[in-house]
Each structure stands twice: as structure tokens, then as C-alpha cells.
């Protein structure tokens, strides 16, 4: 058996996942352990028996890994540094703008003689042994530049216990593939970055622990319409957030504390939660060929972890899943007639009256089933909000850069990556919205947007998936209010 030891050797691991992304990757996957013997394998010449070496490698079985140390993650803050642009009116950095920058990094033993094993069921053929070798020596570091490491390959007989299964390794033609996209980056073209690989380990990964959000309607919180003013699709973030702040409220005064991360979206010290967190998303009538578009309700949908903690047996088990309860049961006032009413008031706007809905409500716009049916087309009713900010030049380029943005977030969503990405201005679900006003309408008819939204773009988007995916799929930087919400569609239709 072939086993690959890595030793980060300062004790921290520089690992980002994406810009957007403040959690660290860990453990590293195979793809970027790849990615990293090739960089040494270009840095050393591109010799043509450590080509073959790599070639040999990537056609293997994913490998499994093994973590003989603990680690944990650091806590992720923003810094500011001068951008490496030479274009800039001025080389020097103590004079060029400052733009934010988080380096994710996870803290390890720095005594510790291994912090991760990559092991293959494969022996190393003696032709390939001196590459791979003089490739592992070369290699000084994985993740960041500062990352610093020690790699060898050895053999083993047994493997340790505790060994995990790979979510992204190499593949037949990665090599090349990365070749290629080296040479269009060093010719000019921005936005020729590779992909992370989507090839996963033969055991099963947990469904729970790659997926953010719950796909147990059992467990969404449903409201619908109790008459009254009825807002537009594209208060949705408003919507969202004055949904957020009064179940924060309502929880303050059933527990007489204040509500958990994974409902507010914030960690004790106010930073963004490390972890997915509650959605608040949109029902509306829309996917049908009579729909009119309107707002019907809100769903709460909470991350696919609390429900997993919510299953486990056991007196604190139960008492986590009955505080969310008792939260939900205290929001809003009792009317004359019995009813729980929930009055939204967002940005001091008029009010907009919920209940929550009963079992046998039987409107099929308020249906959570809708959303997480399995299917291999999918398309947005509320258009994604894109991560960053684009920085290519010209439209071309910037269509690339954000269905690179698309893809990046499927991964992270633990979605496979989709055979193709088409994104436009209008949605695929009938009477959902534009994603911006038409040319002449004022901007205030466009999506509503919260202060951390910034001017990123909003974007519809239409996934192909090889294979059947099962929802709810909630991408971009809007997802835990609502925006980024797909439905499946068959034939063009949700």
C-alpha cells in the first residue's frame, strides 16, 4: 500500500476553501495534494519521468485518509494588504489601496511527526519510485505559500484504523487538464483557474456532513399569508431578515438568553457563524403555467447539522429540538380567533401578517416537497447573489468568471460539479422575477438588498447535473435569505 505523510511544519495550515469562504479545508483532499506535486513537478523542470509519475498516480483509486493528530481550526479575521498589481499608479506597497483578505488556517501540533497520510491501494512500481521520491522532497508547502511542509512516500503493509474516504482526487487527464489551464493563465487569460476535481472516494460520504440545509420538510417551519398587505418576491431579504430578528426576539423571551449561532448567523463576538445557519426562504406561486408570482408564505429551513444533533437519542437531544419549538410557538401575538400572528415590519416598511401554516393547508405553493425532489435540471426562483465581485474586463470573460463562482459554490454545498451552468438575466421558473430591472425602470422595482450585499451582481442560473441531485439548493452569498433558491424543472417548466 502507497501512503503519502504530510507534516506541516510551523503548526498552521493556511488551507482557504474560496475568497468567500471564512472555514479552512480539513483535511486538505488529494485534489489539492495533487495539484501541489505538480506545481513541484513544473518548478522542477517538467521532467518526463516525473510526468509519467503523476500520470501513473492520478488513474489510481481515490485514496483514503488518516489524521493521526487533532486540529482545529483558528479563528478567521480580516486584514488588509496591498493587492500585487503592477498596473497600479504606484509599485511601492506602503502607498497602494488595501484590500481585504482572510487567510483560514487550522492549528496543529508542531511537534507532531505526521498531521495527515494519504494511502492508496496500490504498491509503487519500482520505475516510478525515484520521481515520486524526488517529487515529495520538492514539495515545501500545500495551501497557502506559507504552509510550510515535509512529504514522503513509503509502503505500508496494514493501514492504520480511523481511515476517512476522499471528497476530491485527481482523475485521468488532471495532469494535462492543469497544464493546459497553466499556459492560457500565463498567456494572458485571467480567469483560466482550475476547478476543484469532483471525483470522490469509493466509501460513502455522509450526506448530512456535505449537505448545508435539511432535505426533512418534516422539519421546516412554514408560514403563509393571513391577509392584509402582501409584499413582492423581492423583498425577500428584507423579508428574510425581519423573520430572523423576530424569531431571535421570540427565543430571547422563551430561554431568557440570546439565540445560538446556527439561528442568528453570528458567533458570541458578533463574526459571521463558522457554520451554516438557519435559511429563511421564499414560497410563492410561481413554476406553474397559471402562476401569478405572488408571495405566499416563508419557510424556515434549519442546517442540515442541528437536525442531524436534533436525531441523536438522549434527554439533551430532545431539549435542543423542543427549544426551537418553543421559540417558533412565541412568535407573533395571539388574535381574537386563536390564531398565532406574526407581524414583519422590514426596514419600517408596512407589515406584512403571517401564521403558520397547518398540515392540511393543501396550497401547493407552500409545499416544501417542491423544493428537494430529486431531479437532474435545476433552475433559480430567486436569482443567486454572486460571492464576490467580478473582475474580468469584458463580458466573456465575466460570464466564465462567474460560472466559475457557480461551480465553486456547488462544491461547497456538497453538490457534484454540474456538466453545465447557463446563466442569464431571466428565470427558467415561470413568473419568478428578472434578476435585474429592465432597461428605463428605476432600481428600486430590483431585488431588495441588505448593507453586506454590497453592488455584487444578481444572477439567474439553470444547473445540469449527470445524475439525479436531491434539494434544497441554496447558493451564493444570499442563500440564508432566500436568495439563491432552486427549483427543479422538467422540461423547462418547475
Not at 10 to 33: H, V
Not at 179 to 184: D, I, N, S, T, V
Not at 205 to 224: G, K, L, M, N, P
Not at 308 to 315: D, E, F, K, L, V
Request: proline letters at 9%; glycine letters at 8%.
Amino acid at each position: 500500500m502507497l501512503c503519502l505523510d504530510i507534516a506541516w511544519l510551523t503548526g498552521t495550515a493556511f488551507l482557504a476553501r474560496d475568497p468567500s469562504d471564512p472555514t479552512p479545508e480539513w483535511p486538505p483532499q488529494p485534489d489539492r495534494i495533487f495539484s501541489a506535486l505538480v506545481a513541484s513537478w513544473g518548478l522542477g523542470g517538467a521532467k518526463l519521468d516525473e510526468r509519467a509519475a503523476l500520470e501513473w498516480l492520478e488513474v489510481q483509486e481515490p485514496p483514503r485518509l488518516h489524521l493521526p493528530e487533532s486540529a482545529h481550526a483558528r479563528d478567521t479575521v480580516k486584514v488588509y494588504v496591498p493587492p500585487n498589481d503592477a498596473k497600479r499608479d504606484t509599485v511601492l506597497p506602503a502607498r497602494r489601496k488595501r484590500q481585504e483578505r482572510r487567510f483560514p488556517a487550522v492549528a496543529l501540533d508542531p511537534e507532531a511527526p505526521v498531521h495527515l497520510s494519504l494511502l492508496w491501494q496500490a504498491q509503487m512500481p519500482g520505475k516510478h519510485r525515484d520521481a515520486l521520491d524526488a517529487l515529495a522532497r520538492r514539495t515545501s508547502y500545500v495551501g497557502h505559500s506559507a504552509s510550510l511542509v515535509r512529504a514522503a512516500f513509503r509502503e505500508i503493509e496494514v493501514p492504520p484504523d480511523g481511515l476517512c474516504a476522499a471528497q476530491r482526487a485527481p482523475y485521468h487527464g488532471r495532469l494535462a487538464e492543469l497544464e493546459a489551464l497553466y499556459k492560457r493563465h500565463m498567456d494572458g487569460e485571467a480567469n483560466a483557474r482550475a476547478r476543484p476535481a469532483m471525483r470522490r472516494g469509493t466509501r460513502p460520504v455522509a450526506q448530512v456532513a456535505a449537505r448545508a440545509f435539511t432535505s426533512d420538510t418534516a422539519h421546516w417551519a412554514v408560514f403563509e399569508h393571513a391577509g392584509d398587505w402582501r409584499p413582492d418576491l423581492r423583498a425577500q431579504a428584507g423579508l428574510a431578515e425581519a423573520m430572523r430578528l423576530a424569531l431571535m426576539e421570540a427565543w430571547t423571551r422563551v430561554h431568557e438568553g440570546t439565540a445560538p449561532a446556527w439561528i442568528s448567523g453570528h458567533e458570541p463576538d458578533r463574526s459571521p457563524a463558522r457554520d451554516a445557519h438557519l435559511a429563511i426562504v421564499p414560497m410563492a406561486n410561481i413554476g406553474w403555467q397559471h402562476s401569478d408570482g405572488r408571495m405566499m408564505g416563508l419557510a424556515l429551513v434549519p442546517p442540515a447539522v442541528e437536525v442531524s444533533a436534533w436525531a441523536a437519542s438522549g434527554p439533551a437531544a430532545f431539549a435542543r429540538r423542543q427549544a426551537f419549538h418553543r421559540a417558533l410557538a412565541r412568535l407573533g401575538e395571539t388574535d381574537g380567533e386563536g390564531r398565532r400572528i406574526l407581524t414583519l415590519a422590514p426596514q419600517g416598511g408596512r407589515s406584512w401578517q403571517w401564521r403558520l401554516t397547518p398540515a392540511s393547508s393543501g396550497l401547493r405553493s407552500l409545499d416544501p416537497a417542491r423544493y428537494v425532489r430529486g431531479s437532474r435540471l435545476w433552475a433559480t426562483a430567486t436569482p443567486v447573489l454572486l460571492d464576490r465581485h467580478l473582475k474580468s474586463p469584458g463580458p466573456p470573460e465575466r460570464s466564465a468568471e462567474a460560472k466559475d463562482m457557480i461551480r465553486q459554490a456547488c462544491a461547497r454545498a456538497g453538490l457534484p460539479d454540474p456538466a453545465a451552468v447557463v446563466l442569464s438575466m431571466h428565470s427558467a421558473v415561470t413568473c419568478a422575477p428578472s434578476a435585474r430591472p429592465a432597461g428605463g425602470n428605476p432600481r428600486w422595482v430590483g431585488w431588495a438588498r441588505r448593507k453586506s450585499f454590497g453592488g455584487r451582481a444578481f444572477v439567474h442560473v439553470r444547473l445540469a447535473f449527470d445524475e439525479p441531485v436531491s434539494g434544497p439548493i441554496l447558493l451564493g452569498a444570499g442563500r440564508f435569505h432566500g436568495l439563491g433558491l432552486f427549483l427543479p424543472i422538467r422540461e423547462g417548466r418547475a
